[in-house]
């Protein structure tokens, strides 16, 4: 298998280490499910492991080239961060927040060509959001709306796609949904998918692997694996 | 987007169509018929009073209508889109209240600025404000700190006016009120091409920091993650927006309005978010809205611009809300 995202020995924080370092590789098709109580550090490591955050240590390759040596550019070709708890832009539409995918591939002046409105538009009917191109995000419900953000980052044509909580504000059938197009994502275009969730229900139904934050530590393994050796306790 | 597109190509026609109108009524009003087969090319001496008239009052107001137009709004919503904030302006930063400091100074405190003059005096200030805000751009990343910064500078900066007034004669006291209160007749032949090359200025870099408009409605968290470089987008739009307020402050006296007003209208009009389509579609707007309040001639700018222009905008924006 083809990957996508390596981590060795990574250190991740606001000025001292939130765990000890952590070793981790993400495979292509692969949907990773990131657990841990709240404050653990899943959103600081998820932004670290695309470079928004700076490592405090260690090193972290996206496609085999380390994320230091990548262009902004480049990262933004190869890596989404998404975080749908984030408030809508107003007056903006659902075709034109898609569009913003294309930004790392447009000219100077944010010019698109034919092919880039193609691969917009192919995002919106992946996602299924042809009728609502013309709809402006902020008046969406939250699951439409985390359609469109997914929609965004396919449009980007990223490898990897880290998502921070997409189900947070999602009810029972909508997160069904969103973790159903994760692994159709996932399967479909090869892409490696790490989410940080909450739920088990969905992490353990949908998620290839688990990746677990607890008292200092970032395990990551199968569900038998998090089972036998106890990373779940925590949330009995 | 095939309607987006159409909608917005026809807003284009349109008010291109009402600009050139208000160019030919802006160039045409005025107590004394100006025959346009007898105006030729500007040549002094002036052969007429006619042509005189046309070249030394009616064209440079045109012009001064126009750029500003163009300069206010572009302004306006640049600095919207940066700070996220739909009631920022060039007057927020504290610009136009730096370019009232040098007037003040001017024309309250007797200070001479060269053969400059007023617009001279109103220049340095602004450009001085400007170089504040730059500084404390580079400083912090937040955009909310420097919204916070450019009031305060604005309020102190008024304060300081407020003491020069109260210590000034009245014939100076009337001339500086006659400034704040905003005229596109005070731009002469001259000055057009400083003018223009000013506004021309902060236009091109508007313009390289288009890409960089598009992302930031999102975020400077988002337009990093498309591989946009932010501090330097950041940067192109303060230092452009500041140059587009302190040349329209400078020439025509701090209209406030269209910078604030303008920008709201583009989006009702041309219904995106797309900043290579509402930049000039803004211009447009605010072009057309100058050139029809230049169209009435004595009354003060400020006064024309609020009293005809609120009740429009308001209507604009209700009946958008609506849905109608």
Known sequence: MESLLKCEELEFGHGKGF???????????????????????KSTLLKTLCGKISALGGSVEINGRSLKSLSAVELAKNVAYISISKAAPERMTVAEFVGLGRMPYSNFFDGRSKEDLKIVEDALALLQLENFAERNVCELSDGERSRV???????????????????????????????????????????????????????????????????????????TDAEQMGWLEWTK | MVFANRRATV???????????????????????????DLGWRHVPYDNMQQQIFWEIRFPRMIAAVLSGV?????????????????????VLGISSGASFGVALSLLAGF??????????????????????????SRFERSSVLLIVGLLMGYFIDALVSLLIANSDAESLRVYVSWGMGSFGRLTFDGVLLFAMAVAVGLILIALSVKYLNAARLGDE??????????????????????????STAYCGPVAFVGIAVPHLAYKLFKTSNHRVLLPGASLCGMVLCLAASLFGTVPLNAVLSLVGVPVILWVVIRGRRGI
């Open chain 1, 19 to 41: 765990t000890s370092p952590v070793d981790f590789e993400l495979q292509a098709g692969e949907v990773v499910a990131l657990m841990g109580r709240n404050g653990s550090g």
């Open chain 1, 149 to 223: 953000y997914l929609a965004q980052a396919v449009a980007q044509q990223v490898k990897v796609l880290l998502l921070d909580e997409p189900n947070a504000f999602l009810d029972i059938p909508w997160s069904h949904q969103l973790f159903k197009t994760l692994r159709q994502l996932a399967a479909e275009r090869h892409m490696g998918i790490i989410v940080s969730t909450h739920s088990m229900e969905y992490a353990s139904k949908y998620c290839d692997r688990v990746m677990v934050v607890e008292e200092k530590n970032v395990q990551c393994g199968t569900w």
């Open chain 2, 11 to 37: 807003c284009f026609i349109a008010l291109t169509l009402l600009g050139f109108l208000f160019v030919y009524l802006t160039l045409s009003a005025g107590s004394v018929d100006v025959r346009w087969s």
């Open chain 2, 71 to 91: 300069a206010l709004a572009v302004s306006g919503l640049s600095l919207q889109t940066l700070f996220k904030n739909p009631l920022a302006g060039p007057f």
């Open chain 2, 112 to 137: 001479s600025f060269g053969h400059l003059g007023v617009l001279g005096a109103a220049s340095v200030g602004a450009l001085v404000v400007t170089a504040v805000v730059m500084w404390v751009s």
């Open chain 2, 222 to 247: 988002f337009a990093r993650g498309v591989g946009l470089n932010v501090k330097r987008g950041r940067a192109l739009v303060l230092l452009g927006a500041s140059i587009l307020a302190a040349a």
